[in-house]
């Protein structure tokens, strides 16, 4: 019997742990047909020794294709909660796929009603 050599070893575990990574990080949703009103999702930065992270977020619908990065701003740099909210009007067709580099999802993509986070001055909105 012939043994793998521990590189190949290695270099299957990097790439099987990336894509795990990879994947915790991306939502997807399915707009209802004919619904009214926005589609809203909600993160909470990512804390590094108390204070917030930016996080690098990538927006895949359809034929829209968007990236940006979210970043924390003044005082809500060091206070808890803080976060941002993508809001996106009904334009892209088929699946929904958020990607981001850090975060906490708080609340996932949903359509209708906006969030309770759009009033809490650390939660900026991302169109």
């Not at 994947?23 to 047909?33: D, E, L």
């Not at 204070?51 to 294709?65: C, F, K, L, M």
């Not at 809500?76 to 941002?84: I, M, N, R």
């Not at 580099?101 to 009603?113: C, E, T, W």
Request: glycine content about 8%; overall charge positive; hydrophobic content about 40%.
């Amino acid at each position: 019997m012939r043994k793998f050599p521990l590189t190949v070893l290695i270099v299957l575990t990097t790439v099987a742990l990336a894509a795990t990574a990879w994947a915790a990080n991306t939502v997807t949703y399915t707009p209802r047909p004919g619904a009214e009103g926005a589609l809203f999702a909600v993160y909470d930065f990512e804390r590094e020794g108390g204070r917030a992270q930016p996080s690098r977020v990538i927006i895949d619908w359809g034929t829209i294709h968007r990236s940006f990065i979210a970043i924390p701003y003044g005082r809500c740099e060091s206070v808890t909660p803080a976060g941002f909210i993508i809001k996106l009007k009904q334009a892209g067709q088929g699946t929904l796929r958020i990607t981001t580099s850090s975060g906490l999802l708080l609340r996932a993509p949903y359509q209708g009603d906006p969030p309770l986070e759009l009033t809490h001055a650390c939660y900026r909105v991302q169109k």
